[in-house]
């Protein structure tokens, strides 16, 4: 998630001591509360995160329009200041609570010419990334030419679990264009084939780190499941044929041999039953008064 704010940075003020209480600068208050406004539309994220910060301050005069690109600012607030007073002015908003957030870049400029201040935010759910990991060796790289950048973004892509569409698709580029590339560049499959092999590490430990910290591991189980079947899918049902298949080749036999005996048998009519034999008849006739004598 990327968003801007359209405010000015404010660093965290240091909490003043009144009488007979602590209370916090009046300008670390209201920069809180505009930020609360600007993001009050957003659902707080869940899980631990990783967050983004570039601070754009206004941009003096001294500077002037030789250089019109942002410039680095090294004067006071301090990142670790601005860091905190907007990470207090998020929580509830990006996220439920900002001990949630176990990684943060931030960075600070002046304001490039006709830019107002402002402050760039980017969070993103935070993926354990294993530093052990063996690296690609520069002479390998280097062999990729001007396609150096866009192949390690696949790489990078592979090694979070992607598959080879959707790592394509990260570096802009079609399948197509990775297919040919693959047959251009010597030692490229190679090391999609690695990068692939890491992502089912780097999955693994992203599901452990997430069950430690007791957050949702479902959706690193969910791509181990289908980029690893074979490991991580469910079992798949087995029918046993072994102990049966004897069975069913005696059974087939002796269905088999029961109809050649029928067919040999030679086909003779049933002879006619006896006819039956009927005794005189006797007619009997009703007397005068109605009754039949039995």
């Keep these: 998630m990327r968003f801007r704010l359209d405010v000015a940075p ?15 600068p009046n300008k670390t208050k209201v920069f809180e509360e ?11 994220l869940e899980g631990a995160l990783q967050l983004e910060f570039t601070f ?33 002015a998020l ?19 002046y304001a490039a010419v006709g830019e107002e201040p402002h402050i760039e935010v980017s969070c993103e759910p935070f993926m354990y ?26 790489l ?13 698709a990260h570096a802009k580029i079609s399948r197509v264009t990775l297919s040919r590339w693959r047959k251009k560049f010597e030692g490229l499959d190679e090391e999609i084939e690695m990068a692939s092999d890491r992502s089912e590490a780097y999955l693994l430990n992203g599901l452990k780190a ?15 499941e289908r980029r690893f079947p074979e490991r991580w899918g469910p079992p798949k049902a087995r029918v046993d044929v072994t102990q049966t298949t004897s069975e069913a080749h005696r059974r087939s036999d002796e269905i088999i041999i029961s109809m050649l005996e029928q067919i ?19 007619v009997v006739r009703p007397s005068d008064d109605g009754e039949v004598p039995f």
């Design 91 to 109: 929580n509830g908003r990006l996220y439920l609570d900002d001990s949630q957030v176990v990684e943060v870049t931030a960075r600070k400029f």
């Design 210 to 224: 997430s069950a430690e910290a007791k957050q949702d591991w479902r959706a690193h189980a969910w791509l181990l």
């Design 56 to 88: 754009v301050f206004a941009r003096p005069k001294s500077l002037g329009v030789k250089d019109p690109s942002r410039q680095p600012r090294t004067a006071r607030p301090d990142v670790d200041n601005l860091v905190k007073s907007i990470c207090d």
């Design 10 to 24: 404010v660093g965290k003020g240091r909490p003043r001591l009144g009488k007979n209480h602590v209370y916090t």
């Design 264 to 282: 040999s048998k030679p086909f003779t009519r049933e002879a006619a039953p006896p006819p039956l034999e009927y005794d005189a008849l006797t």
């Design 129 to 154: 990334q294993d530093d052990t990991s063996p690296t690609r060796a520069p002479e390998t790289a280097a062999r990729w030419g001007d396609k150096t950048a866009k192949i390690e973004v696949i």
């Design 156 to 168: 990078a892509a592979l090694e979070q679990g992607c598959n080879l569409t959707e790592a394509s």
């Design 34 to 44: 505009t930020v609360k406004t600007l993001t009050a539309h957003l659902s707080p």
